[in-house]
């Protein structure tokens, strides 16, 4: 597994490993083995998802600098 794969494929990959594993019908050591692929691509999705929070939270200013993007919340 690498890291070049998209989100939406790494979250499929780990769907598809919960569906496994929640069969119940799988010999121990490939379940080891099942479950330690889903814990890489669940870190790998919750990296994704922090860099893209990150980069939703900046945007670029009208002199092409970095600046915090907050939301007004209304009253």
Same mark, same amino acid.
Request: aromatic share 6%; with cysteine; glycine share 4%.
């Given at each position: 597994?690498?890291?070049?794969?998209?989100?939406?494929?790494?979250?499929?990959?780990?769907?598809?490993?919960? $569906?496994?594993?929640?069969?119940?019908?799988?010999?121990?050591?490939?379940?080891?083995?099942?479950?330690?692929?889903?814990?890489?691509?669940s870190?790998?999705?919750?990296?994704?998802?922090?860099?893209?929070?990150?980069?939703l939270?900046?945007?670029? $200013?009208? $002199?092409?600098?970095k600046?915090?993007?907050?939301?007004?919340?209304?009253?």
């Open positions: 597994m690498t890291n070049d794969i998209s989100f939406e494929e790494a979250l499929e990959k780990l769907e598809d490993i919960v $569906n496994k594993l929640e069969a119940g019908d799988v010999p121990l050591e490939q379940a080891i083995e099942y479950y330690a692929e889903g814990s890489k691509l870190k790998l999705c919750h990296d994704k998802l922090t860099k893209a929070d990150k980069q939270k900046e945007i670029m $200013n009208e $002199n092409g600098e600046e915090s993007f907050i939301i007004q919340e209304e009253e």
